[in-house]
């Protein structure tokens, strides 16, 4: 919780560094370490990948502490590096990414700093310096924009091979979608909350279960181009008994009341079609498609 009230210092430090120093669009930037990456994009999204590192620090004890988790998603940064190039081959345009290229086995860039380093105030630095790029990112998107659109990046070993939307929602709160019930309290508590604020007396849609699982909402765009997602309007909750994951601590951060012009959500990526070295080209065309139609039919920002 004192992380999140921090989010706003953050932000506006954040504002004042992209204000004093000058970042250059489609120049990459690192700490003094190189353990994270910062690419300056020129277009409304900013796209965080904190678990694809491998750079193990031996001198470094291995987090342990309860709760702790260090698999890798593997080839996330692969899948991120290949997203942006689709945007600049179809769009001209590259999102803003940042890059955790530790281990986190080190640190976990998705989690408050007390969890992520387990106590170790050696991985203080980088995971000030991650999450200092993401707001750095969010600030110059924002200031150019008016608003931003933010995902974080991960990749899920679960069997079934589809793209997991995190909004912040239950599996248990997905079947709701679906009927008449009174959604205000589920789009409260959701990371699209900031997006209906922000449209709300505009052109743009303010419908809640139309942001979720109408014919515009990233996850039944995404999955008419042949990468099934849930929630979308194709597969809009867990019927099928399957895992979900519903989005971690970063999407909760930067899609909150600190963040007020930034929505988004967490995308837990299958391996097969998404993350594969033969599926990554496509499915990262069709996600910049899906991107784009998104931004175009769900905002007022202009591109």
């Keep these: 919780m004192k992380t999140i009230k921090l989010a706003a210092l953050f932000l506006f430090l954040s504002v004042a560094t ?9 120049k990459t930037y690192f700490d003094e370490e190189k353990w994270t990456e910062f690419i ?25 502490c309860k709760g702790a988790v260090t698999v890798t998603d593997s080839r996330t940064i692969e899948l991120a590096r290949e997203m942006q190039n689709a945007f ?3 769009y001209g345009k590259r999102p803003f990414m940042v890059i ?23 991985m203080q630095k980088p995971w000030n310096a991650f999450h200092n790029y993401i707001d750095t990112a969010l600030a110059l998107a924002v200031k ?20 997991e939307l995190g909004y912040s929602l239950n599996a248990t709160d997905l079947p709701d979608l679906s009927t008449d019930k009174d959604l205000s ?31 515009h909402a990233f996850g039944t765009l995404i999955t008419s181009k042949g990468s099934p997602a ?6 809009p909750y867990i019927a099928d008994g399957g895992k979900y994951f519903n989005g971690g601590y970063n999407t909760r951060r ?50």
């Design 18 to 26: 992209a204000s004093a120093q000058s970042f250059e669009a489609g």
């Design 40 to 64: 300056v994009g020129d277009m409304p999204l900013v796209i965080s990948v904190p678990h694809g590192g491998a750079t193990l620090l031996p001198e470094i004890p291995l987090r342990d």
């Design 88 to 90: 600049l081959k179809q």
């Design 100 to 122: 955790c290229h530790l281990s986190r086995k080190n640190v976990d860039q998705n989690r408050d700093m007390e969890e992520a380093t387990c106590g170790n105030t050696a």
């Design 144 to 163: 150019q924009f008016g608003s931003s659109l933010y995902i974080d990046l991960h990749g899920h070993g679960h069997p079934n091979q589809r793209l």
């Design 185 to 215: 309290d589920l789009a409260k508590k959701s990371t699209l909350n900031n997006l209906l604020t922000i449209n709300k007396g505009s052109k743009a849609p303010s419908d809640f279960k139309e942001l979720m699982i109408g014919d």
């Design 230 to 235: 849930i929630p979308s309007k194709q597969d």
């Design 254 to 303: 930067y899609t909150s009341a600190q963040y007020p012009q930034v929505f988004g959500w967490q995308i837990e990526s299958n391996y097969k079609g998404v993350r594969d070295p033969a599926g990554r080209p496509v499915f990262s065309k069709a996600f910049a498609d899906s991107i784009m139609d998104f931004l175009k039919k769900n905002t007022m920002i202009k591109l």
